[in-house]
């Protein structure tokens, strides 16, 4: 499929899948990091014509991934009339948790606690909108190395790109005249305070990963197995006890 007509396909399940609802949602909201993941999605949701309530939230944010956050929030709302644009500062809330916590310090810990605050942040949006929650995760993360925190950036209602490879999510931004700052920015969970990219915290780059993911006899494949076992836990339904008859 041309990445011009996977555009309009995600679009349309998006769509499909609103109205097909129990009980019809009234909005999308998608958290944005100036990332391409988030911009692609976000721009797949206003594509439906449904209301749609795009929320940049920093927390002790990096100004270049700030900015690119903003300035993608801004081409959205100039180009698609249904789409609104807030921005909700999590500083202060974040730096309370942090105190309160001070016992229970642990800088991983920490830096998954920021995506779960915004997780949070994003229900509550979406809870006062009667909206649902477009998450940004795609085939990469979310089903070959689960690169992403738990109840937090994987915390959504639904996934819309999370079966298109990082490689095509890069097509789909040209497709979709995302900006190029955007596109030529290294992927970042934005996550920790030193800037630190996706391919340098997984030791691989997204096309050795896609290539390892597809590929048994790959030399990254013992790698790739390894980060995947490690993040199963995310991925795999909540373990059970099961009580015998």
Not at 98 to 119: I, P, Q, T, V, W
Request: overall charge neutral; aromatic content about 6%; some cysteine.
């Amino acid at each position: 499929m041309k990445p011009s007509e996977k555009t309009i396909f995600i679009s349309n399940w998006i769509k499909n899948y609103v109205n097909n609802m129990p009980r019809k949602a009234q909005s999308l909201v998608i958290g944005i990091s100036g990332g391409i993941d988030s911009s692609v999605s976000s721009t797949l949701s206003a594509m439906t014509g449904l209301r749609t309530i795009v929320v940049s939230m920093p927390i002790k944010q990096i100004s270049s991934q700030q900015d690119l956050s903003l300035k993608h929030q801004e081409w959205l709302v100039k180009n698609f009339k249904n789409v609104e644009a807030h921005l909700v500062n999590l500083d202060e809330l974040f730096k309370t948790f942090e105190s309160n916590l001070s016992k229970f310090n642990d800088e991983h810990g920490m830096a998954n606690s920021r995506a779960r605050l915004r997780m949070t942040t994003l229900y509550q949006v979406a809870a006062s909108n009667k909206g649902i929650v477009v998450g940004t995760g795609n085939k990469v993360e979310d089903f070959g190395v689960g690169f992403y925190t738990k109840y937090g950036d994987g915390g959504v209602d639904i996934s819309p790109i999370a079966d298109c490879n990082k490689t095509e999510i890069w097509e789909l931004g040209k497709e979709l005249k995302i900006l190029k700052e955007i596109i030529d920015a290294a992927p970042t969970d934005g996550l920790w305070d030193d800037g630190r990219t996706d391919e340098g915290q997984l030791g691989l780059k997204y096309t050795e990963l896609e290539e390892a993911m597809k590929n048994p006899n790959s030399p990254n494949r013992e790698k790739y197995e390894k980060i995947r076992k490690l993040n199963l836990h995310k991925m795999e339904p909540i373990p059970i006890c099961k009580i015998p008859n």
